[in-house]
């Protein structure tokens, strides 16, 4: 049996819980999920897969030294950072803890990489470093990082960082910038789940400005098979982009929702924009197609109609999450807008 062992941070958060679910049911790696337990980080994501002896779980703060310094004396062959905060409204709102962990942890893995020599070090990005598109255009590898927000901005530091760790001590990074995710598991702060869940219980729906911003959706499987695609087959030292294939407005993603729930028109509001809001991502994801062959495989239409329907399967998941601190922050939120 194949022992390598890996390094998921950010496991317990939508996309790492996804992957690492993924991860243990194709191949026969040990993983260990190391993650802080933020607000958006919860147990609960993989309770299926704790008695998989392949699997453990890690309470630790990538930003802290001590904490990294325990995992890493086990032995680590391959890092996929994963941890982050994740989300733009918040960095607008408080911005600090997005300097410590997307750029000071960022480092200390780093860190950890050089001196413990592991095997590879994924860098899990996005495509908001490339900034904000006219209505032509698409980001590719090479497009000048522009990041707008303080959220993209610590994650193009912390890309920065990696790609000055493989040039100067010849860390084995890999970068991958994605466009925006849906799927299950998704913390109900982020546009799909949250248009979903408000729905549910015939609340508002906040569409940002005129609601015509573009985003490009891919199903979180999706991005789950591209990083493994890069794991096993891409080159250190490159980036891949990667997309959905799935331009969409705003407004289309919230009456798309409201069509498949079957809920009236009448709960869209639209609120004040989002400062600095980035009008439209369009990702060219040819390099990873033409170099790693991959493809995006999940039809939008029925990806969203699943999405809908784990989110109508799994009420207590996400009643859960919006009856705790989680209130707080959608009150600091939306009471102005
Ligand atoms: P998420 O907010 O759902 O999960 C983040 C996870 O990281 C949580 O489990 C949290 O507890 C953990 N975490 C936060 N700070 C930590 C710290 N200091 N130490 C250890 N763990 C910590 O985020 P997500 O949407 O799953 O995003 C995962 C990664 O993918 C992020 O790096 C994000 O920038 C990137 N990304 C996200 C998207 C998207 O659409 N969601 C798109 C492209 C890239
Ligand atoms: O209530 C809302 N109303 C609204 O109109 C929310 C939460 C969002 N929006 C708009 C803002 C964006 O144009 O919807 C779009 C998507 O917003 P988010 O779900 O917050 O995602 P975004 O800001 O695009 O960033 C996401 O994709 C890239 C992730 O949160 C990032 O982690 C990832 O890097």
Redesign the pocket.
Known sequence: MDKTRILVTGGCGFIGSNFIRYMLSKYPYIIINFDKLTYAGNLENLKDVESDSRYTFVRGDIASKADLASVFEQGIDVIINFA?E????RSILDPDTFIRTNINGTFNLLEEARKREVKRFIQI????VYGSLGKEGKFTESTPLSPN?P??AS?TAADMLAMAYHKTYGTPVLITR????YGPYQFP????P??ITNALEDKE?????D?M???DWIHVIDHAVAIDAVLHKGVLGNVYNIGGENERT?IE??KLILSILGKPESLIKY?TD?PG??RR?AIDSSRIKRELTYSVTTDFRKGMEDTVKWYLDNRGWWERIKSGAYLEYYDL??KNR
């Open positions: 982050a994740s989300h733009v409204d990005s996005t495509d908001e927000s959220y993209s994650k994605c466009s925006n995710n702060e982020k546009l799909i949250l248009i729906l906040p569409v940002y400005g609601g911003n573009v985003r705003n993603i919230v609120v989002r809001h980035d991502y939120m939306y």
